[in-house]
Nanobody, 127 residues
């Protein structure tokens, strides 16, 4: 079992930055694929970013086209925490952001692939 707790959401003006944190307990996050998804009101939950489990070759990262170049996912294994640094925020980034985890993964951007979810943290970007 993996327990995930997100934090760091809030209200920010367009062009601003926020850093979301996902603290994990129960298992070591380095062994898991960790993803960030978001859900805006009335919309489906969508993929934002993911980082692969650590292997001999390192750890790959993946991004949705809509956030590529603006968001960065990273992992601190010592703190068992995954981060999402969000820069140049836009009003369309407003959503509840969720952290997710799975031990093995074939489709990184598919929410049904993930086994564990946090409760979400609200991000609101004003224009």
């Amino acid at each position: 079992q993996v327990q995930l707790v997100e934090s760091g959401g809030g209200l920010v003006q367009a062009g601003g930055s926020l850093r979301l944190s996902c603290a994990a307990s129960g298992r070591t996050v380095s062994r898991y694929y960790m993803g960030w998804f978001r859900q805006a009101p009335g919309k489906e939950r969508e993929f934002v970013a993911a980082v692969a489990a650590i292997s001999w070759s390192g750890s790959s990262t993946y991004y949705a086209d809509s956030v590529k170049g603006r968001f960065t996912i990273s992992r601190d294994n010592a703190k068992n925490t995954v981060y999402l640094q969000m820069n140049s925020l836009k009003p369309e980034d407003t959503a509840v952001y969720y952290c997710a985890a799975v031990s093995s993964l074939s489709k990184v951007a598919v929410k049904e692939s993930y086994d564990y979810w946090g409760q979400g943290t609200q991000v609101t970007v004003s224009s």
